[in-house]
């Protein structure tokens, strides 16, 4: 079975940087594009990042570009959103998927707070 | 970018009537190659979205054959034959045809009456 595990989350004040991971088992990672989406609180689903099989494509909602940052490792079959310069409007869950039309599997998401 | 616009936003439905969830998008989800990257996903309370449909009306593995997806173009609908109380949630839509960005529709919450 397709496991996803993110980490990373958590408090961070306006400004500040955070670099959150998705561990994937139990796929053809190396072969795959990958995505993060995020969720505010009580809102829906924004697509954040995406990047492709070799790591040297790499897509961003307008937002965010500038200040994340996607890669990936696909020796740790592992990828990865680094967050600098975060805002308040920030603040949501953020779900690592499998592929880049696709999103089939999901990982269970990680809480990334920004408040000061 | 493709805007995503679903109907209704808020749907009770009694335990074993049908439900629909309308999806259209600002332009035309036929991609170049044919295909058209329009995706279903359900969020249950407190979990992860898990993608029922892709590319339209393809059900996923382990999804119940009460889901069904359908449209073309711009106008895209999900259907559930009979709801079950398992179902409760909120239903997105997504295209994946014209990106960066990719989009999702607002959501439809789906309780029961």
């Known amino acids: 079975e397709v496991q996803l595990v993110e980490s990373g989350g958590g408090l961070v004040q306006p400004g500040g940087s955070l670099r959150l991971s998705c561990a994937v088992s139990a796929f053809s990672f190396s072969s795959y594009s990958m995505t993060w989406v995020r969720q505010a609180p009580g809102k829906g689903l924004e697509w954040v990042a995406n990047?492709?099989?070799?790591?040297?494509?790499?897509h961003y909602v307008d937002s965010v570009k500038g200040r994340f940052t996607i890669s990936r490792d696909n020796a740790k079959t592992s990828f990865y959103l680094q967050m600098d310069s975060l805002r308040v409007e920030d603040t949501a869950i953020y779900f690592c998927s499998t592929g880049a039309w696709s999103l089939g599997n999901w990982g269970q998401g990680t809480l990334v707070t920004v408040s000061s | 970018d493709v805007v995503m616009t679903q109907s209704p936003l808020s749907l009770p439905v009694t335990l074993g009537q049908p439900a629909s969830i309308s999806c259209r998008s600002s332009?035309?989800?036929?991609?170049?190659?044919?295909?058209?990257?329009l995706n279903w996903f359900q969020q249950r309370p407190g979990q992860s979205p898990r993608r029922l449909i892709y590319?339209?009306?393809n059900r996923d593995s382990g999804v119940p054959d009460r889901f069904s997806g359908s449209g073309s173009g711009t106008d895209f609908t999900l259907e559930i034959s009979r709801v079950e109380a398992e179902d409760v949630g909120v239903y997105y839509c997504m295209q994946a045809t014209h990106w960066p960005p990719i989009t999702f529709g607002q959501g439809t919450r789906l309780d029961i009456k």
């Open positions: 590319k339209v009306s």
């Open positions: 332009q035309s989800l036929v991609y170049s190659d044919g295909n058209t990257y």
């Open positions: 990047i492709k099989p070799d790591g040297f494509e790499k």
